[in-house]
């Protein structure tokens, strides 16, 4: 069974940094791409950044130039660097492992951009 655990949410103000970490039960090489989506309430899932097993990025509009996602097949982690934080990117951020067939979410992780 593939597990996901995020971390690296948190409280940070508008400017600030944050960097998720998601780490994979597993090889990650397998996967076609390994993503970040989030949610803010009332709100549906959307997705962030995504990184295919092969070719580049996607971003969201919102976070094209301050979010760079990260993927380390040696460590089986995907991260996420969001800089400039704006209150807007507050929400609960998830990762996703995509396969041929299924997807696999992790739990989540808060991060809240405030003053």
């Known amino acids: 069974q593939v597990q996901l655990v995020e971390s690296g949410g948190g409280l940070v103000q508008p400017g600030g940094s944050l960097r998720l970490s998601c780490a994979v039960s597993g090889s990650i090489f397998s996967f076609n791409a390994m993503g970040w989506y989030r949610q803010a309430p009332g709100k549906q899932r959307e997705l962030v950044a995504s990184?295919?097993?092969?070719?580049?990025?996607i971003y969201a509009d919102s976070v094209k130039g301050r979010f760079t996602i990260i993927r380390d097949d040696a460590k089986n982690t995907v991260y996420l660097q969001m800089n400039s934080l704006k209150p807007e990117d507050t929400a609960v951020y998830y990762c996703?492992?995509?396969?041929?067939?299924?997807?696999?979410w992790g739990q989540g992780t808060q991060v809240t951009v405030s003053s």
């Open positions: 990184k295919p097993r092969w070719g580049s990025s």
């Open positions: 996703k492992a995509a396969a041929t067939e299924v997807d696999y």
